[in-house]
């Protein structure tokens, strides 16, 4: 890796009320979009849009609504290739190798790279079996001791275990909407995932919920590179370190998050964060 492939992230956000990390150290790119346009049939959807994803941070993608984030998203683990009628030109890479590529298994690209989506939607099966189902499908336990270890750890990282030790047996609809949301976090990250894309994870939930996503956010972002659609920018002001700006399909501009949010280049991002539009 070059040094121009080389990201410095700041998370120095002076917005009252933020308690966030002075600085962090250097960071690579994990993914990467160039020249990625995506069409609906006639409807151009994304236009040329060239993007780095920095490694073991949190980058949000922030913009009005219909302006292209949640495909752009769907792009990075080409969940865009289940919609009829869609299609995607461009180049998405993730390390060196391109996820467009043809002989790419697409159930192991999903697997380095889980989601989760906006509303919780966990399996209807055991708050065990929810998570326990990828390991199984991938074959990374060699027997039960070893999957119940994937299961607790990964419960655990998502801050789920404690609340659910002893009923790992129940269904996991039964849970509140932010335990369930966690459990869907729980299920991602049994893969062992590299990357994580979360499409606006919390707007289905109330705020203390909100609050634990944010905070199991900030945790996880030591071992994942995570890309989160948000609607809410103080959201996006909180949770990350990148920031992109998508408007009518175009990406106006990325940087560091105290820098889009403080002092943005262009004046479409400033109208956006300053609510005369959106």
Known sequence: MNMES??????????????????????????????????????????????????????ALIGPSGCGKSTFLRCLNRMNDTIDGCVVDGAVKIDSMDIYDKSLDVVELRARIGMVFQ??????????????????????????????EI??????????LREVADRLDEPGTGLSGGQQQRLCIARAIAVSPEVILMDEPCSALDPIATAHIEELIDELRANYTIVIVTHNMQ??????????????????????????FTSPRDERTQGYITGRYG
């Open 6 to 59: 080389m990201s410095v992230v700041s998370t120095a956000l002076p917005i009252p009320g933020l308690e966030m990390d002075t600085e962090l150290p250097p960071v690579k790119t994990k993914m990467s979009a160039r020249a990625l346009k995506v069409f609906y049939g006639d409807k151009q959807a994304l236009f040329d849009i060239d993007l780095d994803i920095p490694e073991r941070a949190v980058t």
């Open 119 to 148: 509303k919780p939607n966990p399996f209807p099966k055991s708050i065990y079996d929810n998570v326990a189902y990828g390991p199984k499908i991938h074959g990374l336990a060699r027997d039960k001791d070893e999957l119940d």
């Open 151 to 160: 299961v607790r750890t990964s419960l655990e990282k998502a801050g789920l």
């Open 235 to 260: 959201q996006a002001a909180r949770v990350s370190q990148r920031t992109a700006f998508f408007h009518l399909g175009n990406l106006v501009e990325v940087g560091d998050t105290a820098d889009i």
